[in-house]
């Protein structure tokens, strides 16, 4: 069974996709308890992640710290647009026990898969 | 000769979806750009990391803003050299991770190192460096001699 998490180019028309984005480099790893996905924001802080969960996807919008640039620009190659990713959910996962951690610009998040979908051993008697 | 102020392509990124092919655009624009950057020289364009950075210039500074997204302080490293500035490190790749089924890996692992040459002088005992969020910045306080200076125009 194909049980992947999914990125969804989908074309929106909410107030989000109006202004610029930049999705996050993400790495995703599947575990047999569940699945951790780590997305790049640097610049962002707790207080401006947000990621919500809506029937089978999962968005996460990254907005950052706008820091007053010192003098003149010389040089540039950072892009200083906020970030946002669609992802498709597996639903074998249990969204209500979702966690998130946020570090050094490093969002990692904490999928599980739901008990039911977990291998279990059954006991003989 | 003067510095050339690089023009600046305007953003593209309209559609979040598509974010992942102008990275590879960006990588290749890098390609074409850089034997032209007189400022800054990106070394081993090839190799797998080379960090996002900016370079501005104030009054009494110069300030290098780097993105290092998931580092620990200690893994890096800023250092000064005739009128250059180095910050290079390595990200190790968490192990716990090892035997797990990968999806997807958009992040690079390993070492990376960016080169800037700075347009005037420093000085180095007084570089300061701070590392939050994810983003490096080094701030670079120039000599007397290279601080801009206005000349009085007699006329006689």
């Known amino acids: 069974m194909n049980t992947t998490v999914q990125e969804e180019v989908r074309p929106t028309v909410d107030r989000a996709a109006r202004q610029e984005f930049v999705a996050p480099k993400v790495n995703i790893f599947e575990t047999k308890d569940g699945y951790v996905l780590?997305?790049?924001?640097?610049g962002v802080t707790k207080e401006g992640l947000e990621v919500t969960i809506e029937g089978n996807e999962i968005t996460i919008i990254g907005r950052r710290q706008t820091d007053a640039t010192p003098g003149e620009l010389l040089f540039r190659e950072r892009r200083?647009?906020?970030y946002h990713r669609v992802f498709e959910l597996d639903p074998a996962m249990d969204t209500a026990k979702v966690s998130a951690r946020m570090e050094q610009g490093v969002l990692t998040l904490t999928l599980p898969k739901s008990e039911k979908i977990k291998p279990r051993k059954i006991a003989v008697d | 000769m003067t510095n050339l102020i690089r023009w600046q392509r305007p953003d593209i990124a309209i559609w979040p979806g598509f974010g992942r092919l102008t990275d590879i655009r960006?990588?290749?624009?890098r390609l074409f750009e850089s034997p032209f950057a007189e400022l800054a020289n990106s070394s081993r364009l090839l190799s797998g990391w080379t960090p996002a950075l900016d370079l501005y210039e104030e009054?009494?500074?110069?300030?290098v803003k780097a993105e290092l997204p998931g580092m620990k302080r200690e893994e890096i490293e800023v250092s000064l050299h005739e009128g250059s500035l180095s910050i290079s490190g390595e990200r190790k790749s968490e192990e716990k991770y090892e035997s797990a089924e990968v999806h997807r890996t958009e992040r690079f692992f390993g070492r990376f190192q960016r080169t800037v040459t700075l347009p005037s002088a420093v000085a180095a005992d007084k570089v300061k460096a701070q590392y939050r969020d994810g983003?490096?910045?080094v701030t670079l306080p120039k000599t007397e001699e290279?601080?801009?200076k206005s000349i009085?125009?007699?006329?006689k």
């Open chain 2, 146 to 148: 290279s601080k801009p």
């Open chain 2, 26 to 29: 960006d990588e290749i624009d």
């Open chain 2, 59 to 63: 009054k009494d500074n110069f300030v």
């Open chain 2, 152 to 155: 009085d125009v007699t006329v």
């Open chain 2, 135 to 137: 983003i490096l910045t």
């Open chain 1, 38 to 42: 780590e997305a790049e924001m640097p």
């Open chain 1, 80 to 82: 200083l647009a906020d």
